[in-house]
């Protein structure tokens, strides 16, 4: 099946500085992928989706300058929280969709999410 | 986007047949029903989708009521493993949607 990968798995970094994290799609290419971000014990809340040869679209909330995201080529979308403080330490997960059709699994497109992230600012 | 509503937690012993229900009243004509399955620090993983009446797979079956208005996500004989936290979405068919989470389930199975 497909394939997100999501690097780091697990990142502590100092307040004020800035971490990037990479999502990959391995065995498709995915025009459009999705970042979130999840608190212990809540769900997962989208972010922005990230279109690939333009510019992001931030959920309502989300500042655009604080969570950087790129997704210049078809396989590889990053997001980098800037200038990072404590209260952005969180699970971030990545997902792209797959082309639906495949027997069992439905009719839709399919999301396929990466592993995620463990980000600790200290 | 519908909104979903589902339990907020469950508890079910080994062995046991686990059917989460979730309500979804605003269901649009193209709308699809999907379940994931999220453990502690990883990312949802697929389970099934469906559009209506009855679909199985080899981890779960959906029912799905001919009013579309709920659906039920049944797991057979459940073990340690299937602990996890179960949302049920509403996504719209085709194309490359944003995929939107509710609270989720989180089911405890019991040895």
């Known amino acids: 099946g497909a394939v997100v990968s999501q690097h780091p798995s697990r990142v502590i970094c100092k307040s004020g500085t800035s971490v990037k994290i990479e999502c990959r799609s391995l065995?498709?290419?995915?025009?459009?992928m999705f970042w979130y971000r999840q608190f212990p014990k809540q769900s997962l809340m989208l972010m922005a989706t990230?279109?690939?040869?333009?510019?992001?679209?931030?959920e309502q909330g989300v500042e655009k300058d604080k969570f950087l995201i790129n997704h210049a080529s078809l396989t590889l979308s990053t997001l980098t929280v800037t200038s990072a403080h404590p209260e952005d330490s969180s699970f971030y997960i990545c997902?792209?969709?797959?082309?639906?059709?495949?027997?069992?699994?439905?009719?839709?497109?399919?999301?396929?999410f990466g592993q995620g992230t463990r980000l600790t600012v200290v | 986007l519908a909104k979903t509503t589902q339990p907020i937690s469950m508890d079910s012993y080994e062995g046991q047949e686990v059917n989460i229900t979730c309500s979804h009243n605003?269901?649009?004509?193209?709308?699809?029903i999907t379940w994931y399955q999220q453990f502690p620090s990883q990312g949802p993983r697929f389970i099934i989708q469906?559009?209506?009446t009855k679909v199985t797979n080899e981890v779960a079956s959906l029912f799905i009521p001919a009013d579309r208005k709920s659906s039920t996500l049944s797991l057979p004989r459940v073990s340690l493993s299937d602990t996890a936290v179960y949302y049920c979405?509403?996504?719209?068919?085709?194309?490359?949607?944003?995929?939107?989470f509710g609270t989720g389930t989180k089911l405890q199975v019991i040895p």
């Open positions: 997902s792209a969709r797959v082309s639906g059709g495949r027997q069992g699994r439905g009719m839709n497109t399919e999301a396929f």
């Open positions: 065995d498709f290419q995915a025009t459009t």
């Open positions: 990230s279109n690939e040869g333009s510019k992001a679209t931030y």
């Open positions: 605003n269901i649009a004509t193209n709308d699809y």
């Open positions: 469906g559009y209506k």
């Open positions: 979405l509403v996504e719209l068919s085709g194309g490359y949607q944003k995929v939107t």
